[in-house]
């Protein structure tokens, strides 16, 4: 089956984690992805233990399906080079400060010049104007500042660290394919490019979609304070044995089977009356008891009860099989075992063409097509100090 972005060619040149996971998404579904990459400051994430077969598992994810060319952009003759790939590319993703890839000779107006077609997608922690458009950023600040941090976690302990990085993947990575796919679309009306500004921190308000819309009608929902983030008995409850319960029991049928499953059936009406009281309850009875001890009662029940899976738990479940999350791809080492991307088609396939591999692999037969001279080819991978 084909691939639904096969033909799409995409120049990424971002580092870490947002913009290559967008990338590699669009990648997933059958994009030509050209990385460039500095081979004298390489990105990070090449340096990001564990390690298979020598190279980094988060590197060998990040960057599946792509090309690699290994460029200075601050050598002579690298931005005609950029230059040369821009004129038949359709998406161009960067990761820079604001203002980088303007003083490199390539910023969006330059290159919408050349290619009137390019969508251009700008990531950055605030976006490319206001206040903090300069200012420094991870995730953990980007969640802190836009109001999301404090909703969450406990109001002693304080927000949590996630495990996951919200802002920079469900906030960057995905807003930035949503937008790269709908200017995509507005192209095929109108036959032009645009540049897109993602902002990770105004991303990650967007994503706070009920206590955001809450706050704007006045109400603050602190943590424990609300209906979903710890301030009901839809919570996490510690088992006996130190596994935790996710109890997600919010509709009264829901909460019926819940009440009937831990053998207190009259705890369905205290629900009504007295919920803080009924939830202590609750705590004391999920915690007399081992957490498979739990999930052998819920496992026939409809009550929105789970045990928390711990990550290598997860990956073996019958779920996670039955779904495909576990992906085998090539690489020059063998096959990896990766996460593989989650979206199905009824009449399309993602691509696993190979993991991400060495910096620069690809580095000639990118220049060599995209029209370079072997003089101009040899003198950049000089410079690249590329094979």
């Not at 290994?70 to 005609?80: F, I, M, Q, S, T």
């Not at 990770?200 to 308000?205: I, K, L």
């Not at 009824?346 to 620069?360: H, N, P």
Request: charged share 20%; proline share 6%.
């Amino acid at each position: 089956m084909p691939s639904p972005l096969h033909g799409l060619t995409v120049l990424d040149f971002s580092p870490l984690l947002p913009g290559p996971f967008a990338t590699r998404l669009l990648a997933d579904l059958g994009a030509r992805v050209i990385r460039i990459e500095a081979p004298s400051r390489p990105d990070l994430i090449r340096h990001t233990p564990p390690f298979q077969h020598g190279v980094s598992a988060a590197h060998a994810y990040l960057n599946r399906n792509k090309e690699s060319l290994a460029l200075d952009l601050k050598a002579p003759g690298a931005r005609e080079a950029v230059l040369a790939l821009v004129r038949g590319a359709d998406v161009l993703v960067e990761q820079f400060r604001p203002g980088v890839m303007a003083r490199l000779g390539l910023a969006y107006a330059e290159l919408a010049e050349l290619n009137p077609r390019l969508i251009y997608c700008s990531i950055t922690g605030y976006g490319q104007d206001g206040p903090l458009r300069e200012r420094a950023g991870h995730d953990i600040n980007y969640l802190a500042l836009s109001g999301l941090a404090a909703g969450s976690g406990r109001r002693e302990a304080g927000p949590p660290a996630l495990g996951v990085q919200l802002a920079d993947v469900a906030g960057g990575s995905l807003h930035a394919v949503v937008g790269i796919l709908a200017a995509l679309q507005q192209r095929v009306r109108d036959g032009r490019g645009q540049e897109i500004d993602i902002s990770m921190s105004d991303c990650a308000f967007h994503l706070n979609a009920l206590a955001a819309s809450a706050a704007l009608a006045g109400a603050d929902i602190a943590a424990e304070q609300g209906l979903l983030n710890g301030g009901s008995h839809y919570d996490y409850y510690r088992c006996r044995d130190g596994r935790w319960l996710a109890v997600g029991s919010l509709e009264p049928a829901f909460l019926a089977a819940l009440c009937e499953g831990i053998g207190q059936p009259q705890l369905l009406a205290q629900f009504a009356h007295d919920p803080a009281a009924a939830k202590q309850a609750l705590a004391a009875r999920l915690g007399e008891e081992s957490g498979d001890y739990w999930r052998g009662v819920f496992a026939q029940r409809d009550a929105c009860v789970e045990l928390v899976l711990s990550l290598p738990e997860a990956l073996d479940s019958e779920l996670a099989r039955a779904r495909g999350w576990v992906v085998a791809v090539p690489s020059a080492a063998g096959e990896l075992q990766q996460p593989a991307q989650p979206i199905r088609f009824s009449r399309a396939q993602a691509v696993y063409k190979q993991a991400g591999g060495a910096l620069g692999a690809d580095s000639a037969a990118i220049l060599r097509e995209a029209g370079l001279s072997p003089a101009s080819i040899a003198s950049l991978l000089g410079e690249a100090g590329s094979a």
